[in-house]
């Protein structure tokens, strides 16, 4: 109890270096020991990320904004959802220039989404004290020194709304690449009404491992039509990194590019069976740190 507590202090201190943050950090929320010299489970080697590689694409790839010119050079501008403004300060926000329904997004972090289904429904006064305090915060210091996010600058953007007939919310894919292959598919489902989840192989096999915390989708999910060319985008995306997380989504066929991440859940929600928190970390080969530098600068 006395070292969750010391812990629980030390881990505000984001002033701390990187190497011993994270091993503070990584043990206070799960539960473990982290050795960066060599972390064996996904979870450790997220963390070793978060430490040492850092190119520079990183910080382009995480801003949801300017990671659109990335995605329009590399697979095309068909698969990119519908922009509709950006904004550099939240009091720039106009709701009476907007559509009916929209989306907007602070492109410096994650979870900072406002969904606007009804523009007559919405309460424009806490709205816009939700984008001032989105954009007041920095994902680095947020969370777990996410490198990537550090030099974001904060923005919001608003997109097309996305529906979908017969869905209360659209499946989001989310594909878990390795050294640029995709090697297995996290599929959300119904994440407005009773989010469940569900991973798939790259062939589209259902896995029997699940994330802590939320519940896995007991039934079996249809393999997109265009699934092929979901890989084909996925693989494009992913290039050479040694880990990312590339999310499309399929609506009608029609596959849209959502964001890509390297440190999903911030590296601390592990998988059960425990078993496959090493399994799946077997699938990352950490690059060297080039000999007289502290970090990994090139892809």
Not at 55 to 65: A, F, H, M, R
Not at 140 to 156: D, H, I, M, T
Request: aromatic residues 16%.
């Amino acid at each position: 109890m006395l070292k969750k507590i010391i812990y629980g202090l030390l881990k505000k201190m984001k002033f701390l270096p990187a190497d011993f943050y994270l091993k503070i950090y990584y043990e206070y929320y799960v539960g473990k020991k982290l050795d960066l010299e060599n972390p064996i489970e996904f979870n450790q080697k997220i963390q070793w990320l978060k430490a040492y590689y850092r190119p520079p694409i990183l910080t382009q790839l995480v801003d949801k904004y300017e990671v659109r010119k990335y995605v329009e050079e590399v697979v095309g501008a068909k698969y990119l959802n519908e922009l509709i403004k950006v904004y550099d300060r939240s009091s720039a926000v106009n709701f009476d220039e907007l559509p009916e329904q929209f989306v907007i997004k602070a492109v410096h972090g994650y979870h900072f989404n406002l969904i606007v289904e009804d523009k007559s429904k919405l309460n424009r006064t806490k709205a816009r004290f939700l984008f001032k305090k989105w954009m007041s915060k920095n994902q680095y210091s947020r969370g777990g020194q996410e490198w990537a996010y550090k030099n974001v600058k904060p923005r919001l953007i608003a997109e097309k709304y996305l529906s979908e007939m017969g869905k209360a919310a659209i499946n989001d894919y989310k594909f878990f690449c390795f050294s640029g292959s995709p090697t297995f598919v996290q599929v959300d489902l119904d994440r407005t009404t009773g989010h469940v989840r569900s991973y798939y192989s790259s062939d589209w096999q259902k896995l029997d491992f699940a994330t802590i915390g939320i519940k896995p989708f007991s039934g079996e999910l249809e393999k997109p039509k265009n699934y092929d060319e979901m890989l084909e985008v996925a693989t494009k995306l992913a290039g050479k990194f040694p880990f990312v997380r590339v999310d499309l989504y399929n609506i009608d066929g029609a596959i849209l590019f959502g964001e890509m991440t390297f440190y999903p859940t911030d590296g601390r929600m592990d998988f059960i069976p425990d078993s496959y928190n090493t399994t799946i970390g077997n699938y990352m080969t950490l690059p060297k740190v080039p000999d007289g530098q502290k970090y990994i600068t090139d892809i």
